[in-house]
């Protein structure tokens, strides 16, 4: 049986993305040979890297603005560092909304000062801060907008001169925002894009070349963007299914149709957690991701029974990060409105059982 799949990340991807890839690792577009043992450098290749960058920026709505795309490997928890390594002179700005908001500022800490403009710690992540300044002679301003682990997301992004920088490993693709505000995006593939093994990094060009650190070929932007995401062997795999994802999404009808998806998800899950009298949810209202809704049981000693309700059920993933505890159900692009109503109706079975 096929199981509704709530993972976190690596998470769902679409099943035709998955069944094109599979056939590429077999025999890539009629070669004769797998995508996996041809050369990087091959047109067939050069042709996918270049598709993929461009469906990006295109769904992006950046084509034309003096943006470059590029697909890197270390994941998005290198581009803790590496955007610090590349944009921080003297002092940068965060705003900490989590756990991976924290583990930003822990790598940009080795390169200049750090300035928290606001924190959440004190409520364990359940909100966004709001009020705070960002000070205006920082080298950039650094959010998270999505917050994988605690459930809450960004809805309204702060007006600032510095450059914006945002890590958007678990939302990118799924709203529409302008993204022309934003100075630098990244987001580790696995959450909503692809499998593991490669991080999308879409720069503004124009925000580069301001500090006087040297920086080694391999973390340094302005040499991946010269050699157009080839300085060394790409993660070849990853960012194919990359590319199919987004070719997938582009021919859905890009980030808007997704949008109203995703919202009808949102909505249908939040709505059962508010009205079912034996969940509560983790997140402040105004501040609920739309991808990773965060709930727990109003009573613990039903954990045991509605666990098994839900492997009955086939609903898999939807265990709650270990620093929150009760349930998660990330609801990325791929993931259908049937899943979601499969657990909806596991909680109102367990209200009618319980
Ligand atoms: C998963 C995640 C990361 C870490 O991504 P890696 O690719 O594993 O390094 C960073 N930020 C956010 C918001 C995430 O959800």
């Not at 040297?214 to 790409?234: C, G, R, V």
Request: aromatic letters at 10%; charged letters at 25%.
């Amino acid at each position: 049986m096929k199981k509704h799949n709530f993972s976190a990340g690596p998470c769902i991807l679409p099943q035709e993305v998955m069944k094109k890839a599979s056939e590429a690792v077999i025999d890539f577009e009629g070669m004769g040979l797998s995508l996996i043992e041809i050369s990087h450098r091959s047109k067939e290749f050069i042709a996918v890297m270049e598709k993929a960058q461009s469906l990006a920026l295109e769904l992006l709505g950046l084509e034309g603005k003096g943006y470059k795309a590029l697909f890197l490997q270390g994941g998005a928890s290198t581009q803790f560092l590496n955007v610090a390594y590349n944009l921080l002179n003297t002092k940068a700005a965060y705003l900490n909304t989590g756990t991976w908001s924290s583990k930003a500022i822990k790598e940009a800490k080795l390169f200049g000062d750090i300035v928290e403009v606001a924190s959440s710690k004190d409520a364990n992540f359940n909100y966004i801060p709001k009020d705070y300044t960002i000070p205006g002679d920082a080298d950039y301003f650094h959010l998270t907008s999505n917050n994988t682990i605690f459930g809450t997301q960004i809805k309204d992004f702060p007006e600032t001169e510095v450059p914006v920088v945002a890590d958007m490993s678990s939302d990118i693709f799924s709203r529409q925002l302008d993204f022309s505000k934003f100075g630098l995006i990244y987001a580790g593939a696995q959450k909503n894009m692809g499998p593991a093994g490669t991080v999308l990094v879409v720069i503004k060009e124009d925000i580069l070349g301001k500090t006087q650190r040297a920086i080694p070929s391999m973390l340094d932007y302005k040499i991946h963007i010269e050699k157009e995401s080839m300085f060394n062997t790409p993660p070849v795999f990853p960012v194919y299914v990359s590319m199919l994802t987004l070719q997938w999404l582009k021919d859905l009808g890009g980030i808007a149709a997704i949008e109203k998806r995703n919202e009808e998800k949102a909505a249908l899950i939040y709505k059962e957690i508010d009205r079912n009298p034996l969940f509560k949810g983790f997140a402040a209202i105004e501040d609920r991701s739309v991808m990773n809704a965060t709930f727990n049981l109003t009573d613990e000693a039903l954990k045991g029974k509605f666990d098994a309700m839900a492997k009955e059920a086939g609903l898999s993933g939807i265990n709650g990060h270990r620093s929150v505890g009760g349930y998660r159900a990330s609801m990325y692009n791929a993931l259908p409105l049937e899943s979601v109503q499969a657990l909806v109706d596991t909680m109102q079975q367990l209200e009618k059982e319980a």
